[in-house]
């Protein structure tokens, strides 16, 4: 069992900025070869994909490509997302995902407003 725990959510200005965390209880040797997601969800929306991190590959979301950013920190099992250029519509709650041989893990999440 896998336990994720995003944190760095908040309240920011339309064009600020916010990096996110997402820490995983999972060893190193796991982290580190894991599929590991970043989705959001809107109030009243579905929850989107934004990006990915795979065995330092890197996707994003057409709506998020060139202001957000995936790094990771395998010695920690931390995943950061950077989110520059931050726009109202970027509003949701984001969550945290980790998929590794079959299994799937979801993080809590955390807020994320940003005023006009």
């Known amino acids: 069992q896998v336990q994720l725990v995003e944190s760095g959510g908040g309240l920011v200005q339309a064009g600020g900025s916010l990096r996110l965390s997402c820490v995983a209880s999972?060893?190193?040797?796991?982290?580190?070869?894991?599929?590991i997601s970043w989705y959001r969800q809107a109030p009243g929306k579905e929850r989107e994909f934004v990006g990915r991190?795979?065995?330092?590959?890197?996707d994003y979301a057409d709506s998020v490509r060139g202001r957000f950013t995936i790094s990771s920190d395998n010695a920690k099992s931390t995943v950061y997302l950077q989110m520059n250029s931050l726009k109202p519509e970027d509003t949701a709650v984001y969550y945290c995902?980790?998929?590794?041989?079959?299994?799937?893990?979801w993080g809590l999440g955390t807020q994320v407003t940003v005023s006009p």
């Open positions: 995902r980790l998929f590794f041989k079959g299994h799937l893990y």
């Open positions: 999972a060893s190193t040797s796991i982290f580190s070869v894991s599929n």
């Open positions: 991190i795979y065995v330092g590959r890197r």
